[in-house]
C-alpha cells in the first residue's frame, strides 16, 4: 500500500464513519503513522509504506471512528501559531479560545503581572508570553502565571512550557486559594457549560475532555461569580478581567461585572459573529 491508496482508504473509512472532515484527519493520521509531511507527501504519494507505519495507520483511523478525538490520537493541537501537546487531563484548545488570547495581547504592556485561571494545558498564557516578548509587550519585569485545580492539567501546562521555552509559573490552585500577589490582566476560560447540556455535547468532547474543564454548574455562572468577585483581592488598581463565554451568557456575565465595579465593559464577537469574549476595568472605588 502506498501513500496515496492508504490516505484515500483512510478517507473512506472515516466517512463511513460519519466523521465530519474526513479527509483533514485522515491526513493528519497519515503524516503521524508514515512520519512524513505535507510537503513530503506531495513529493511522493505514490511511496511505498513501511509495514509498521501501515499497521499504526489503520489503527488510528480505526480508534478515530470511535470518536476519539483527532488531537488525542495526534497529541497535539495548534494555537496562535504553536504547537501543544495535548491529552485526556486538559481541555482541546479551540480556534474560539484565541480571541481571548488575541484580546489580551491588546492590553498587554511591559512590565505587566499577568494570570490565567482554569489554564489547561496552558495554551493561553504561554502564548501570550511568547507573543509578548516576540513584540515587546512584555520584558524582565513582566510575569505570567497558570493556575489550575488539576495536577494533571499542570503537569502539562508544564510540558508545554518547557516545549516552547515560556518563562511561565505553574500552581495547582482553586481559582486563586494558593495564588499570592497583585495582577494587572487576568484571563480565564472557565468551566461554562450548565450541567445538564453536557450530555447533548457530541461525543468527542463529552466523553473525552475532562468534565472539570466543562462543568459550569447548574446555571453555567458559577465560575464567572466566583472570579469575578475573588478576582478584587488579586487585581492591581485598573487591573483587567477577561473571558471567554458561551455564546448567550454576554449579557449575564456582563452584568455580574458591573455589579463588583467592573467598567469599561464590553464584548468581543469570533469569526462566526457570536459573543465569545468579555472585557472588563476593575475599579476599586
Known sequence: MNLREALRAGEEV???????????DARLLLEKAAGITLTEYALDPFREMEEEGKKEYLELIGRRTKRIPLQHLTGEQQFM???????????????DTELLAEEALKLLKPGMHVLDLCTGSGCVIISLERIGREKGLADETSSFTGSDISPKAVRTAMANAARHQAGVCFAESDLFEKLEGGYDL??????????????????????????????GKEDGLYFYR?????AEGYLNPGGWLLFEIGYDQREMVTELMKQRGYRQIQAKKDLAGLDRVVIGRYDRA
Open 186 to 215: 487576568i484571563v480565564s476560560n472557565p468551566p461554562y457549560i450548565r450541567t445538564a447540556v453536557i450530555e447533548e455535547l457530541e461525543e468527542e468532547v463529552r466523553c473525552h475532555d475532562p468534565l472539570l474543564a466543562l462543568d
Open 14 to 24: 472515516l466517512k463511513a464513519a460519519g466523521i465530519a472532515d474526513a479527509s483533514t
Open 226 to 230: 466566583r472570579i469575578i468577585r475573588e
Open 81 to 95: 501559531g504553536l504547537s501543544f501537546q495535548v491529552n485526556r487531563d486538559v481541555l482541546i484548545p479551540r480556534q
